[in-house]
């Protein structure tokens, strides 16, 4: 019954920033971690970035420390990823998820939104 709605993805060039949205319904939410992951062409799928609903705990891949922030609004059911310092490696589909966070940071992502596009120049 959980949807994620995911927005915010576009053309960017190196050096810039974009801030992703992944909107939340049709599920409860306090017992939930949210995840950002990213499928480059040719690569697997790469987790990027975690999120606790109800603590506000994150967690970070390395490629990607410093530059990225995870949040979250409570209000509107939002989970968001800012990314700064965007990279052309950066380049990717950006899909939002939702899992229960019993096993966090392991969490086992069981909902998907459909993706959006990021697309970093050189």
């Known amino acids: 019954q959980v949807q994620l709605v995911a927005s915010g993805g576009g053309l960017v060039q190196a050096g810039g920033s974009l801030r992703l949205s992944c909107v939340v319904s049709g599920r409860t939410l306090s017992n939930y971690a949210m995840g950002w992951f990213r499928q480059a062409p040719r690569k697997e799928r790469a987790f990027v970035a975690a999120i606790t609903w109800s603590g506000g705990s994150t967690y970070y891949a390395d490629s990607v420390k410093g530059r990225f922030t995870i949040s979250r609004d409570n209000a509107k059911n939002t989970v968001y990823l800012r990314m700064n310092s965007l990279k052309p490696e950066d380049t990717a589909i950006y899909y939002c998820?939702?899992?229960?966070?019993?096993?966090?940071?392991?969490?086992?992502?069981?909902?998907w939104g459909q993706g959006t596009q990021v697309t970093v120049s050189s």
């Open positions: 998820a939702a899992g229960l966070k019993d096993r966090w940071p392991n969490v086992g992502y069981d909902y």
